[in-house]
């Protein structure tokens, strides 16, 4: 399926850089920013304002990155899903038993390799144009789905590791996700100071 692009950053790409950053702020909507933020950095430097995919979760909208694909193609449509190779439920991102946290890493059937598998967008410029170098920089959690991997649990690391990839003499995609304001938003709130403070 043949998805459609988006004007303005076919626009902004057209030129050859040596550095593409996607950042990913989890949870950093443009509803959340009106309300915390509204006149702030993310507002002033505003170019265009796109929606999430359906449904709008942080598995659907992470896998989506990752593959390029809706959620309705790649099978990731939620946290947590049933599958009847396991006759229980998962949860999608860390891959364990949903209900009691066991790890389902001895099954007989990985459903991760087989029936929700995609290939990575970090395959997908590789492939296209094999003088790019894709990477990623993701939490400690995370799985790895990028030959070059770096591991980055907060937003300081995660920029040290952007510069310090920027750095190196080579054309490169780097794909990089930050957990935050998402995990705070859950904890304490859409309003909260915490919220407010990492914003």
Same mark, same amino acid.
């Given at each position: 399926?043949?998805?459609?692009?988006?004007?303005?950053?076919?626009?902004?790409?057209?030129?050859?850089?040596?550095?593409?950053?996607?950042?990913?702020?989890?949870?950093?909507?443009?509803?959340?920013?009106? *309300?915390?933020?509204? *006149? %702030?950095?993310?507002?002033?430097?505003?170019?265009?304002?796109?929606?999430?995919?359906?449904?709008?979760?942080?598995?659907?909208?992470?896998?989506?990155?990752?593959?390029?694909?809706?959620?309705?193609?790649? %099978?990731?449509?939620?946290?947590?899903?049933?599958?009847?190779?396991?006759?229980?439920?998962?949860?999608?991102?860390?891959?364990?038993?949903?209900?009691?946290?066991?790890?389902?890493?001895?099954?007989?059937?990985?459903?991760?390799?087989?029936?929700? *598998?995609?290939?990575?967008?970090?395959?997908?410029?590789?492939?296209?144009?094999?003088?790019?170098?894709?990477?990623?920089?993701?939490?400690?959690?995370?799985?790895?789905?990028?030959?070059?991997?770096?591991?980055?649990?907060?937003?300081?690391?995660?920029?040290?590791?952007?510069?310090?990839?920027?750095?190196?003499?080579?054309?490169?995609?780097?794909?990089?996700?930050?957990?935050?304001?998402?995990?705070?938003?859950?904890?304490?709130?859409?309003?909260?100071?915490?919220?407010? %403070? *990492?914003?």
């Amino acid at each position: 399926m043949c998805q459609q692009s988006i004007k303005v950053l076919d626009e902004k790409l057209s030129k050859k850089y040596k550095n593409v950053v996607l950042l990913i702020l989890d949870g950093m909507g443009e509803h959340i920013l009106n *309300n915390v933020s509204p *006149n %702030g950095f993310f507002e002033k430097n505003k170019v265009d304002c796109i929606t999430s995919v359906y449904p709008s979760t942080t598995t659907a909208a992470l896998t989506t990155y990752y593959s390029g694909k809706p959620p309705f193609e790649t %099978g990731w449509i939620a946290w947590s899903q049933y599958f009847k190779e396991y006759g229980r439920a998962l949860d999608m991102l860390p891959h364990r038993e949903s209900y009691n946290g066991d790890s389902i890493e001895k099954a007989k059937i990985n459903v991760f390799k087989t029936v929700v *598998n995609y290939k990575t967008i970090f395959e997908q410029i590789e492939e296209a144009s094999p003088e790019i170098k894709a990477y990623e920089i993701t939490p400690s959690y995370s799985d790895k789905r990028s030959l070059r991997s770096i591991k980055a649990d907060s937003i300081d690391e995660i920029i040290s590791s952007i510069k310090m990839l920027c750095n190196i003499p080579e054309e490169k995609f780097i794909f990089a996700y930050c957990d935050k304001p998402d995990s705070e938003l859950h904890k304490f709130g859409t309003t909260s100071d915490e919220v407010k %403070g *990492n914003i």
